[in-house]
């Protein structure tokens, strides 16, 4: 069965989109995840809507927008502190990407007989 894209789509957002007028109520309407960057709040709320996700009669695509952040000595040393720790690669030039979203949402979607797509741009 076909399925249109917008009725399939969900994405993490920022929660201050929610307050962009006309934009922010279609995204809400259309059940995008809002975050805040409070992790234990955001790891819930993905919980939550992965949970009703998969009483959904047609699949669902869940788009994660990766975004920079800006570099600094300080957050480099982190990342490469944490390379070492974790038995990683050290980026020379760039941070060590956070994964817990993703990570969280994979898990989900696993326990749910969810398919995992991952493509860039």
């Not at 709040?41 to 949970?51: F, G, L, Q, T, V």
């Not at 941070?95 to 969280?104: M, V």
């Not at 969810?114 to 493509?119: K, V």
């Amino acid at each position: 069965a076909r399925y249109n894209f917008m009725h399939t789509m969900r994405a993490l957002t920022k929660r201050s989109v929610l307050f962009v007028p006309g934009f922010g109520p279609l995204l809400w309407a259309f059940e995008f995840l809002f975050l805040t960057r409070n992790f234990a709040k955001d790891e819930m709320m993905i919980k939550r809507a992965s949970e009703g996700y998969k009483d959904y009669p047609f699949p669902i695509q869940i788009c994660i927008f990766c975004e920079g952040t800006r570099f600094t000595e300080a957050k480099y040393e982190r990342g490469v502190q944490y390379a070492k720790e974790k038995g990683l690669k050290e980026l020379k030039h760039h941070l060590i990407p956070r994964t817990k979203g993703f990570a969280i949402i994979a898990q989900y979607c696993k326990l749910n007989g969810t398919n995992i797509y991952i493509s860039r741009l």
